[in-house]
Structure formats: structure tokens, C-alpha cells
């Protein structure tokens, strides 16, 4: 792999698989490069996975209402308002990474990067904040309740999404501190924005249904 | 990649070397051949399965299997025809041949491909784990309802290995559809437009999206269950505001576009078959393209006939009772399609053509049948009977099943160089059409008079002994074709006529190349102007490209 990082152009996505440079195209047009467009069939699977557990949340909301304890007595919006902005402005932070990275500002690139992991973070460390008192002081656990059920598997697989998004940042992070950020590479920062925004989606539309909705 | 593992693979015994090579290749071929290869030895242990479900029901209170391995056989075998047979040889055969015919050298992740087959074996190997521990494999069905799943009802592991065996094959299963979807976009040769893609290759396109739209859902259900098991979640326990019937949803959610990822792949085989052994273009090209899109999309909006006698409420019952009869539409276009790619045309009735044939007229019936079942009041008389039984095994032997053999018949010169004998498959067609007629007609008969699935005995005065004394024999009948296949494939290994590049005077680009074809498939990458390059290829005075 490393040494595939020396070669230049848009060559270098078909040679890491052993496929001719005629058979792969410039990765500017994402139709044609084979890591976006299985990207974006994986963010589909994405969808249909999230919507599912959605979709059971919304189903479950009367007896989440209802549950002992109930959304209403146990969440405190401050914290969890926190976590959220720290995500949503990440996606910000990654879009401007990203245009650092095509004009080629390294600086600019490590610093958006770099900031972007910074709030990932401490929106997974508002999450883990938030848990332990969940769990802690009102003994919500997943096997308390139908609530305790719906919220946890919701909140954390995002979470766990989040978690994964974190690894793949960070490794991109390295590589690109390193100076060994290939042509490949930079396709590859660019699916994982787009996996990092879709996380964020997710979270606007699980935030909504979650604290505002389901209160 | 070759080049990088043989100098250690040479210094191992002729056989480890060999096991070596399988086990790390990236090669879409050999990935599609263990696909396959996996499959086969599935479809045996499930076959047996069927075989002792059928011994058990020969006469009435037989002691043969006695009720818990009676349930457990027909939860296995159904969780394995479907996850562990029916997907992996479709997925095995579409990975074998699409990059072929879209003149690719490999799929467009090699290293995911190789995952996905090992995750889906895995889960296969995981699933049958549970026949080795205390308590033995799960006896849930299939369709696994809840609370039956709940740890209260069901305290042995086998459901465990059961959920996390499909929970990890599912995995495999989208990253196939992921790299599918990824290579048919992307990879096609310079001038394959979309409208100019092999058939198959468009069915198996509209496979992938419907996979990576179905299998997800079943994920997430599945971590549901096993969060109930395994963590004391509520989800699908009645007694703590958990809903047994939104289990129902979410697996039917998957559970019926799944029959369509199933069917999908084996109208792309039959549409390749046809035109060759017709000497005709396919008919209506355009219209089937669409009509496979429609049948996705149409099938993903109507799980819940398979729950009308849960007892919705009339509304749902004639919304999933009309969308599911809409779906006989794009399914009749094709049909009548495949009948006026035929109409006029010089058929051959080699093996291949042979089992379209059995395909279409096996199909049509269970399709017809798939009508009734699709009218709610109907399948209040019928649900959980026999006569649903023989349905879904009518398409599905008769649909997917033929289907897949014609197009392995029609293919095994391709992977292999040789020839399948003619005689043996021609045995194989009619002890298969005869068993699999004998099988699962009297299943309709049987379910009509009210003989309910999933029972392991009955009382000898219900006349329900002769039909299913008459399914039994049929399941005999079958599995001499199923030896002959076996044996068919083994004998014309070693014994078949060369096969040459082009054995069926054929026309898309897995013919192009050499049989078995070369790692690298095209020594250079095809350019092509029409869908049928090869015909242009072999008569430069009438190309097809003047005309499309």
C-alpha cells in the first residue's frame, strides 16, 4: 500500500486494486470512481439500517412516554444541545478541511481536520456524559424498560457510527501529519467526509425524534 | 497479487499450496467459484433435511424424527435454502460473470469480495454450530416469530447462533451488493453504456440496491432480538410493552423483497439464455430493464401480506393486497417478453434452453398461485396451510432453481473449458421436473383440505395421507438429479469435450475471452458499440450497432 502512495494521478485508484489506470477515471467525476459510488451504496445501506431502528423508535414512542422513568423526567437538554452543536459544526469543519485539502493548504487542512476529531469527541464525551447518568442516577439501562430499549440501541449505534467515523478521521490525521497522504488518500478523506456527514444527518433526525419529539 | 504469494505457495506440498492459493485469492472468479462450491454443500445438508421432513410425514404418526427435530430440520433447512444456498450461489455465479460480461478485469473491491465470501461462510458455519450444543439447532421457522425467540420461550443457544449466523452472512451480503453496485457503475468497458449492459448484468444491479435496501433492515431487527436474549431489551416481549407483531414487520419488511433478490438474479440467467439457444435479440430490451426496477421498488411496499391473518385492519389488507397484485405486472412484461424473444425464433432445447423452458412454465404457476395468496380473503382460508408451502416452493424451485441451472449449464464451459454431458443433464432436467411436480403439486391439495405447515404428525383420518405420501415419493424422485448434477460435474471435469471460447455461438464478453478465462480476463480491454459485440464481432457486414 505504501508504495502505491508514490505513484501520482488518477492512476493510482485502479492500481491498488490491480486494475489498469483506462479501466478507472479521474476521481473528480464521483460517477465514475469506483470508492464513491461504493460509498454512496454503503451510506444506502446506511439509510435502510437507520430507518429501521427509526422507525421502531417512532412505533414505540407512546410506551417510551409512558416508561419508568420516563424520556420527560431524565433528559437535560443543555448537555445533549452541547454534543449537537460540537457535530453539526463538525460537518462545517470537515467541508473546509476538504477544500483545504483540493487547493492544497496542508496547515489549513490539518488544522480543519484536526478540529473536526476535536468535536467528534467531545460530542462522544457529551454522549458518555450523558449515559453515565442515565444509568448511574435514574437506572435507566437497556433492560429497564421498553425506553431504556429504544434509546439505547438508537443512540448508540449512532454513537458507535460516530466512534468508527473517529478512527478513520484520526487515521487520515496521521497519514496526512506524516506527509504520506497519497492521491488515493485524498479520495479516501473525501468518502469518509461524506460518511461523516451522513452521521450527521442521522443525528439531526435522531436528536429531533429523541429530545424534542419523544419527550 | 499472484505474483506476490507464489514463491512461498511453491515451497509448500502440492495440496497445502493449493489451499493456500484459494484461501488468500481476490480473484473474482475463484471467490465466485467457492460461492458456489459453498452453495452446492449447503443444498445437500439442507436437501437431507427436506428428505427426513418428507420420511416423517409419509405416514400418519410416524416416530421418525419426533416433534423437536422435526421443527428444528425445517428451521434449518428453510434459514439454509434461503441464506446459505439460495443468495450465495446467485451472488457466487453474478461474481463470476459480471465483470465478464462488462469486459472488467475484477469487481471493483477485490479485498471486500474475499470478506464478503468468508463472512457469508462464516455465518453459514456459525448457524450450524447450534447442531453441536446442549439444546440443539433453534426450532423458530424461518421467519423466527417473536416472543417465540425470547429467552423465556426458547432458553438454549441455538437462537443465539442462529440470530448472529445471519447477522454476520447478512454483513457479507452487503458488502456484495456494495461491490456490485460499485462495479457495474464504474467499471464497464469504453462504450457499454448502460443501455448496452448484458442482461444479467442489469438484473443484478437491481439486486444490489434491493439488498442494500432489505439486508440492513433484517440487521437491525436481528440486533434486536439478540439485545432482547442476550441484554434483557424489551423489543419484541409482549409482557413489558414490547410488540411481537412489530417483529412480523420488520422481518417481512425483509423477508419478501429477500424472495425478489432471489428470483431477480434467475431472470437475468434466463434472459441470457434464451435469446442465444432462440437465435434472437432479447425482446424488449428497454421494457425489461424498466420492469426490473419496477419489481424492486413495487416489491418493497408489500411485506405484510405475508400478515393478513394477524388481523390489521382492512385499510392495510386491501392497500398490501393491491401492491402486491401490481407486482404481476412488470413479472407478466417479462414474461411475454421472454415468450416473444422465443416466438420465431430457431430454439435449440441443448440443457440450458432446457431448463429456461422448465423455468417458464414452472414459474408462470407459482406466480399464479402468488396471485391468489395475494388476495386477502383467499389467504385467510389458506395461510399457514400447505398450500402456501407449495407456493413459495414452486417459484422458488421452479423459479430460482431452474433458473440457476440453466444458467450454470449455460455457463460451466466459461468457468470449467469443458463441456457438461448432454445425456446426464437431460436426466437430470426431467427426474428434477417430475420429482419437483410430484413434490409440491400435492402440497396445494393437502393445504386446501387444511393441512397446516409446521405440523409433525397428523391423525390418519383427515385424507390428508395420500397427498402427502405422493410429495414424499416426489422428493425421492428429485434426489436422483440432484446425484446426476453432482456426478455430471465431476464426470465432465475430467472427461467433458473442450469447450473452446465460444461453445453457444453466444454474444455478450464472457465469451470473448478464453474458457477457464484468464486472471486478468481480457488480454485487452474490449470496446464495444452494441449489446451484442460478439455478433458484430462475427458478421462485420450486418453489425447490430447500425440498429440500436
Redesign the interface.
Known sequence: MMSDSTMAGSTIIGAA????A????PASDW?????K??ML??L???V??F???IT?YV??LR?TKA?NPSPAEVFHLPLVLTGTACLLSSSITIHLAEKAMRTGKRAGFLGWWGLTIVLGATFLACTGKEWHELICTYGLT??R??F???YF?LVG?HALHVTVGLVLLSTIFLLAWRRALSEQDHTAAEVISWYWHFVDGVWIVVFTLVYLIGR | ?ATVTQPAALERPFWTARLHEWAVTVDHKRIGIMYVVMAVVFLVIAGLEAEAIRWQLFVPENTFLGPDRFNQFFTMHGTTMVFFVGMPILIGIANYIVPLQIG???M???RLNAFGFWVTLFGGLLAYFSFFIPGGPPAIGWFAYAPLTERAFNRGAGVDFWTLGLLVSGIGT?AA???F???I???R??GMTLTKMPFFTWTMLWT??Q???????L???L??VE??RA?????FNPQ????AY?WQH?FW?FGHPEVYILILPAFGMISEVIPVFSRKVLFGYEFMAAATMAIVFISMGVWAHHMFCVGMNRTLDMYFAAASLLVSIPTGIKFFNWLATMYGGRISLASPMLFACGFLSMFVLGGLTGIMLACAPFDFQVSDTYFVVGHFHWVLIGGTLFGVFAGIHYWFPKVTGRMLSERLAKWQFWLLLIGFILTFGPMHISGLLGMPRRIYTYLPDRRWQIWNQLSTIGALVQVPSYLLFVINIFWSLKYGQPAGDDPWDAWTLEWATPSPPPTYNFEA?PTIRSRRPLWDAKHPDDPDWKYE
Open positions: 486494486n490491480g486494475l489498469p483506462e479501466l478507472t477515471s460517477w465514475r470512481s469506483h470508492a459510488v461504493g451504496a454503503f444506502l445501506s446506511e435502510a439500517f430507518s429501521t431502528l421502531t412505533v414505540f410506551q416508561g437497556i433492560s424498560n421498553l431504556g430499549s429504544t440501541t449505534f | 497479487m472488467a478485469r475484477d471493483a473491491f477485490p452487503i451488493g456494495v461491490n453496485v460499485a462495479t457503475l464504474t467499471l468497458c469504453p444490489s440496491v439488498i442494500l435496501l432489505a439486508i440492513p433492515p440487521t437491525a431487527a440486533v434486536m439485545f432482547d441484554l434483557g431489551a424489551k423489543f413489558n410493552d414490547g410488540s412489530m420488520l419488511f480491454v
